[in-house]
T-cell receptor
């Protein structure tokens, strides 16, 4: 049962254009969402996050949008750069009965290729 | 400030053996989590430790175990290795005392190959 889904295994974009990476989730208890970027042979690097009380969070070229009714979030990268080429993971977290979040549930990732 | 350090980086073991992986979190971080990454399943949560206590555990068999020491360093152990245990094992540390509600910093991982 995959609670976080990234349905596009790969995405190819031209340098300077917008990259849009999508993520869907099924668990309505998720209340915090994160995006990670991963290069080969390295651990994931945190990019940006959003709380379920917001619908948008922006950090430089990266913007995350959350649509709770559709259980959907997306990461927009504008403008895309060749150095953005990596695997992008969507992750979600839910509070346990003690009110804390102890684990992340990850999607399977989307390989973004930005062509010069 | 040093990042999360995982040792060893690469490991080859035979089916039936056991293995211990080590993780040193960022100085001052007391929360350490372990994840398994495989091509088919993506990143899956194994367990999380805080102040030497396991606070949450994923859906893995009992062959997977872990512990955390008083200096926050953590180890995970896999006994009776199976071919399907071949994966990248990632450790993440966090400064959050209430779990991973803020960003978690990942190490480079240990690539385990079971033959």
């Amino acid at each position: 049962d995959q609670q976080v889904k990234q349905n596009s295994p790969s995405l190819s974009v031209q340098e300077g254009r917008i990259s849009i990476l999508n993520c869907d989730y099924t668990n309505s208890m998720f209340d915090y969402f994160l995006w990670y970027k991963k290069y080969p042979a390295e651990g994931p690097t945190f990019l940006i996050s959003i709380s379920s009380i917001k619908d948008k969070n922006e950090d430089g070229r990266f913007t995350v949008f959350l649509n709770k009714s559709a259980k959907h979030l997306s990461l927009h990268i504008v403008p895309s750069q060749p150095g953005d080429s990596a695997v992008y993971f969507c992750a979600a977290s839910a509070r346990n009965s003690g009110g804390s979040n102890y684990k992340l549930t990850f999607g399977k990732g989307t390989l973004l290729t930005v062509n010069p | 400030k040093a990042g999360v350090t995982q040792t060893p980086r690469y490991l080859i073991k035979t089916r039936g053996q056991q293995v211990t992986l080590s993780c040193s979190p960022i100085s001052g971080h007391r929360s350490v989590s372990w994840y398994q990454q495989t091509p088919g399943q993506g990143l899956q949560f194994l367990f999380e430790y805080f102040s030497e206590t396991q606070r949450n555990k994923g859906n893995f068999p009992g062959r997977f175990s872990g512990r955390q020491f008083s200096n926050s360093r953590s180890e995970m152990n896999v006994s009776t290795l199976e071919l399907g245990d071949s994966a990248l094992y990632l450790c993440a540390s966090s400064s959050s005392t209430t779990g991973i509600y803020t960003e978690a910093f990942f190490g480079q991982g240990t690539r385990l190959t079971v033959v």
